[in-house]
């Protein structure tokens, strides 16, 4: 029997809509739907797309009932509420990190999902690149023996525009949650279990926003990770996976489709590839198809996005770091 066309629409119209949309045209379909609180713009993205409806209104996009699922694109501070409306009127949503501003709105989104039979998920790249499903393998097989260490470095170079979303408070910016989940990520996607012993140095920057941090993680297994974030001075997006019997290198990691395999005994270096950077989206996006059409939704390691969040949520009560609004 021929499976229905799941329709897609999409909240908010910047980067990653822009990638959405081209991604739904490689998997042989067009984005059903957009939203957007600037209504003109919505209308532009739109035309460039055929995209078949505009909505005058946000809200209207939870209305629809010929829409099955939502990605929901928006800055930080506006997933809560809008995953809200769109679980209560049975969405499915893929949701752009970090999925939420801290682990109470997450737990709460979380619990109304599974009320609701619906699936929900973190617009996480790492979870659904090729590669890693490859280098879990490789890990779990034992090739390589246990993972002991991992280290992680994320730093970009961005102007001190105090305006703009990596700055501003009130858009819930800084290092942690607009590139530190990456790094959080690969962390607890290598590691048995959760990390729950975590600490950190941290700088804030003009407006009270996490610039800069170092944290140091290390779970009952003993599997510890270093993690390194700057929004004000560039570093490689570089992983470095260390097991007892070699090293897994990972360069450009969230999107990452090539890592070297290093012998610990003989310095040898394998090349180990899958997939291809540019369809990021594409892979996450049939991973989320497929667990909307099958209820199985363990390739979205939603447990994996709540130990991260989890983690960063400690951390900014440690620095005392709440956004304007927010509720822990």
Known sequence: MEQK???????????????????????GKRLYAVGNRTHEKAVSFAEKYGVKKVYD?????????????????????????????????????????????????????????????????????????PLYKKLWDIVESGELGRVQMITVNFGSFKDYNMKNRFFNMDLAGGALLDIGVYALS?????????????????????????????????????????VALSMHSKQPKRAMISCEKGYIEIMEFPRASKAVLVDAKTGERKECEAGETENALYYEMTDMEEAVRTGDASAMKLSFSRDVMNIMTGLRKEWGLQYPGEEW
Request: no cysteine; charged share 20%; net charge negative.
């Open 57 to 129: 209104r946000v809200e209207d996009m939870f209305l629809d009932e010929d829409v099955d699922i939502i990605y929901i694109t928006s800055p930080h501070n506006t997933h809560y509420p809008f995953m809200k409306a769109a679980l209560a009127h049975g969405k499915h949503i893929l949701v752009e990190k970090s999925i939420t501003l801290n682990s109470r709105e997450l737990d709460e989104m979380a619990a109304l999902a599974q009320e609701k039979h619906l699936i929900m998920a973190e617009a996480m790249t790492i979870w659904h690149m």
């Open 186 to 226: 690969i962390v607890r996607s290598f590691m048995e279990d959760a990390p729950g012993m975590v600490s950190s140095q941290w700088l804030p920057s003009p407006t009270g926003s996490d610039e800069q941090a170092t944290i140091l993680l290390k779970n009952t297994d003993s599997q510890m990770a270093t």
């Open 5 to 27: 066309e799941l329709n897609w629409a999409v909240l908010g119209v910047g980067v990653i809509a822009n990638e959405m949309a081209q991604a739904l045209l490689k998997m």
